[in-house]
Structures are given as C-alpha cells and as structure tokens.
C-alpha cells in the first residue's frame, strides 16, 4: 500500500478510515500562491494514483489553462476526465481556457469538451504573464469538496489530523 503524495501512513488511514464506502479518493492540492498550479489526483484504497489534472488559473485576466490531465487507461471513457475538466471550470467557467499540447485523443476529448461546456481549449494558445511567471508549488491535500458526491462522501474532511 503506499500513501498519497503529501501524505503520511496514519493520514492515509485516517481518510480511508472516516470513508470506508469510498473507492476513489479525489485529493485537491491547492496552489500555494495566486496563479500556482493546482492539482487534482484520484487515488484508490491502495494509493494508486488513477488520474490527474493540472490547472492554473488568473482572476485577473479571467484565464485558464489545463496543464496536465493524464489518466490511467484503465480509467478512460468513464467520465472522469470530464468530471475533472468541469471542476477546474469552477474556479473560472466564462474564463478563455487553453491546453498544453494535445495527443490525437487530448484533441477528441477536448473538442467534445468544448461542445459540453462552451469553453475554448485552445491548445498552446498564449496565456498571460501571470500564469506564465507563477512558480509552481501547491499545499497539502484535501478532500475536493466539489467532487465529494462523486467520490462517494457526504463531508470534506481536511487530511491533516492532530493538534
């Protein structure tokens, strides 16, 4: 068994203890400074990491960008890059949202992204400085409370435990 990134073996016990319903963890590392990456990761009972999503985000210049959202073949064509896609929206859903670089798959499914949710995802498309100059880093993680019902919780429970 290992322990999710930012985690140790009894936070790992605790979260699988207070959910033992649930069969996908969904880990939200938030961005440690305005415009830092953030980061989702969906972790199984045993800690193996499934899926990820990488995004930034500027209120400012009301942009976005998916940085990153491998997952695991395994876990593809069973909603939840789409499930992922929409809750990086949240943070910026009438935002002009851009891609890294696309496979031939990243190009289908962000193209039917589009047609969901009305956003751009251009690929490669310029972003604005202050995406392009945040420094990369993120906090310790907790439950996305905007994918719990997904996750199969009712309650976010914050991972750090103890004094």
């Known amino acids: 068994m290992r322990n999710p990134e930012g985690m140790d073996s009894y936070e790992w016990w605790w979260v699988r203890t207070r959910h033992p319903r649930t069969q996908r963890f969904f880990l939200h590392y938030s961005e440690a400074h305005p415009g830092a990456h953030q980061n989702i990761r969906v972790y199984d009972r045993e800690g193996l990491d499934w899926a990820r999503l990488v995004w930034k985000v500027c209120h400012e ?47 289908a499914f962000f193209k039917a992204m589009a047609a969901r949710t009305g956003a751009e995802f251009t690929a490669r498309a310029r972003t604005c400085s ?11 993680p907790v439950l996305d409370r905007h994918l719990r019902k997904a996750a199969g919780f009712t309650r976010t429970v914050p991972l750090t435990v103890g004094p």
């Open 61 to 107: 210049c009301q942009r976005g960008v998916i940085s990153k959202i491998p997952l695991t073949p395994d876990v593809q064509r069973q909603g939840l890059g789409t499930l992922l896609i929409e809750r990086a929206l949240m943070d910026g859903h009438d935002y002009r949202w851009t891609t890294s670089s696309q496979s031939p798959d990243g190009q």
């Open 130 to 140: 202050h995406i392009r100059d945040s420094r990369h880093g993120w906090s310790k």
